[in-house]
């Protein structure tokens, strides 16, 4: 299997063609094997247009998504990021391409595990921690974050990630009810908090 080739014909027509401008995204997700962060199972269709199960009845978003929350938090290179659910690691290793720092949260102790040693098996682990606990409740120890990226859903966000964000500070976060979700872009400056809706999604329930 030509990989790259898969990659990048993802890049261009799943990213590119419906509207993800920001370069580092795109040259991060042209660059990170998402094959080798997926069950065995997944290998063969994990550039399809769509979300795949990843196991404990979760599930590795589709790569749209995954690009337009990385763009949603427009990271330069310098900021520290709070990930809540790792799953598998892959957006977290995408996390991890944008910013200096990323710390992620995991609530299944199997999936932390498996998205530590994807991550240590494409030597994406340098500049990544990845904890086992309830991120509902953020990371006080390296607060406050410059972005935070929540994916998994609830139906509002929650105080303590609110609390953690730097100002300037920008989170992404599906939120709403199960069927019916909006990824928002929430904005933090001047101690108030904007939001906008990036789009409409459907995202497994933050426990
Ligand atoms: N971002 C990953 C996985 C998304 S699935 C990817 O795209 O590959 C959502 C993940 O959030 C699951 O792994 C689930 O176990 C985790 N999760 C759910 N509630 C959580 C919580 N309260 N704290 C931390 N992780 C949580």
Redesign the pocket.
Same mark, same amino acid.
């Given at each position: 299997m030509d990989w790259s080739a898969k990659r990048h014909e993802m890049v261009e027509r799943q990213l590119r063609a419906r509207g993800i401008r920001d370069e580092r995204v795109l040259a991060a997700m042209a660059e990170i094997p998402r094959e080798e962060f997926v069950p065995e199972s997944q290998r063969a269709s994990c550039y399809a247009d769509e979300p795949a199960p990843?196991g404990?009845g979760?599930?590795?978003?589709q790569p749209y998504m995954?690009a337009l929350m990385a763009e949603g938090l427009e990271l330069k290179g310098t900021e520290t990021v709070l990930e !809540?659910? *790792?799953?598998?690691?892959?957006?977290t290793a995408v996390l991890g391409a944008l910013a200096a720092r990323v710390v992620s949260?995991?609530?299944?102790p199997e999936?932390a595990e498996m998205a530590r040693s994807n991550l240590a098996r494409t030597g994406r682990l340098g500049n990544v921690t990845v904890i086992v606990?309830?991120?509902?409740l953020g990371w006080p120890e390296e607060a406050p974050y410059d972005a935070i990226s929540v994916? *998994?859903a609830a139906v509002e966000a929650p105080p303590a990630l609110l609390e953690q964000l730097r100002d300037p500070g920008r989170m992404v976060m599906p939120v709403g009810p199960d069927w019916d979700q909006e990824l928002l872009v929430l904005c933090k400056a001047g101690g108030r908090i904007t939001k906008r809706v990036a789009a409409y999604c459907r995202? !497994?329930?933050?426990?």
């Open positions: 990843i404990y979760q599930t590795i978003s995954t !809540v659910g *790792a799953g598998c690691g892959y957006h949260i995991e609530l299944i999936l606990g309830d991120g509902s994916e *998994a995202f !497994v329930p933050l426990r």
